[in-house]
């Protein structure tokens, strides 16, 4: 994919699509059947760059996984047993790769030095780490806070009831991963409920986990046992079209066979409360909902988000500032710092590009102020972020002018069929 791509107004998304797997319960799929007993099957796994890391990963842990055609795995669990080793591992670009394998091996006691590229040793581990270390791990990390991270193995952890001190589904899913290996029950308590893609995945796995109204209960050295199943399309990815669908000047889309797990869905909630009109239709509830998403073209109203919920739209908020930059009135978000330590620093990357683009806003330190208007082109720089990347390409559905996205080949860590989706529906981006 280029580097630099530029869009161009062509004013329409209109048609019917079905999106690649979800990227979360892809990695997780990958992360326990690995792990499991007997072999696995899985259907519509995301080929995209970051579960291709951490594919690469277990097979360099000595799982025996085969991509048996271009969407579908194999693959043959080691139940629980890794040999020891020194491990020395890539993560690429991908940050729930590393930091659910963190809590993974350190709950194996596998020795291990695990690193990435240039945007990942800058994206922050201590949240991670910290409650690891209180269940008995030997972790060291860079400048104390960031990768590459050094595991040393042969230890025995023990469990933890443990409060995160902030709102994050990879803290809270690498320590269910470490408690797996524990004697007794690890127990997470949310004071605000983040995604449970991983106590859904346990469960199908048939790990011992119960939940209710935000605490999480593993027992762990029960093991897991193999399944077949289809991984849902991505709803994040599925965001970008259908904003792109409400903002356009036609616009009608339906996105098929797509994951609704309503701790993913909140942008739907906020499109709604800005006036869009959308239909939603569940067509099963196995162990994640799935159905079709409707959107129309329309209007939109600036709203202040509700900072409850943030954990459950906190991916599709590069795309959400696009739709606020088309609204009319303000649109006001505060309490979301956790957007600084993505990929990039997404409040920064987007403030920046969207008043490179025509827009006024203020900025603040967890959140944007931003007042609805009109985007003329220019030239803005994703900066390596693969969801600001695909933002600004949606932008161009209401820009005067082309725009020009600097450092976007990061899109195929989540979505490499992006641009010929795009350019399908409608839009013109070369």
Request: aromatic share 4%; with cysteine.
């Amino acid at each position: 994919m280029n580097n630099e791509l530029i869009a161009t107004n062509n004013g329409n998304i209109i048609g019917e699509v079905v999106i690649p797997g979800d990227k979360s319960i892809s990695h997780r799929a990958v992360i326990l059947g690995s792990l499991a007993r007997g072999k696995s099957k899985i259907d519509n796994c995301l080929m995209g760059d970051d579960v291709l890391a951490t594919i690469r990963v277990f097979k360099n842990l000595g799982i025996d996984i085969k991509i048996s055609s271009e969407n579908t795995l194999m693959i043959n669990g080691c139940d629980m047993s890794v040999a020891q080793n020194e491990y020395s591992l890539d993560l690429g670009n991908s940050g729930t790769s590393i930091r659910l394998i963190i809590g993974l091996l350190a709950g194996m006691g596998i020795a291990a030095r695990l690193t990435g590229d240039e945007s990942l040793q800058k994206r922050p581990m201590r949240r991670v780490t910290d409650p690891l270390k209180k269940m008995g791990a030997r972790i060291e990390l860079t400048n104390n806070e960031y990768p590459p991270v050094v595991i040393s193995g042969t230890y025995t952890l023990k469990p933890i009831d443990f409060k995160p001190p902030m709102a994050s589904a990879q803290v809270k899913s690498a320590v269910l991963l470490a408690g797996l290996n524990c004697t007794g029950k690890t127990v997470v308590r949310e004071k605000i409920q983040t995604r449970d893609h991983t106590e859904r995945m346990l469960s199908l796995f048939g790990g011992d986990i119960q939940t209710e109204e935000g605490i999480v209960c593993l027992t762990g050295n029960t093991g897991l046992k193999a399944v077949d199943f289809s991984v849902p399309g991505d709803f994040s990815s599925a965001a970008f079209l259908m904003v792109g669908a409400i903002i356009a000047n036609q616009g009608d889309l339906l996105v098929k066979n797509v994951g609704l797990n309503p701790t993913r869905t909140g942008l739907l909630r906020l499109l709604r409360e800005m006036g869009a009109r959308i239909e939603i239709n569940i067509t099963s509830d196995d162990f994640e909902p799935v159905g079709d998403i409707r959107v129309y073209q329309g209007g939109l109203t600036g709203i202040t988000v509700d900072p409850s919920l943030i954990p459950s739209a906190i991916d599709e908020f590069p795309i959400f500032f696009i739709a606020a930059a088309c609204a009319t009135g303000v649109t006001i978000l505060r309490g979301a710092q956790e957007l600084r330590y993505k990929e990039s620093d997404r409040l920064e990357v987007m403030a920046n590009g969207l008043r490179e683009l025509g827009i006024k806003l203020k900025q603040h330190d967890d959140g944007m102020e931003i007042e609805g208007g009109a985007f003329t082109g220019g030239s803005v720089d994703a900066k390596g972020d693969h969801r600001c990347a695909m933002s600004f390409i949606i932008a161009s559905l209401r820009a005067s002018k082309s725009i020009k996205i600097m450092n976007t080949k990061q899109i195929s860590t989540s979505f490499p069929s992006f641009l010929k989706l795009v350019n399908s529906l409608g839009l013109t981006v070369r």
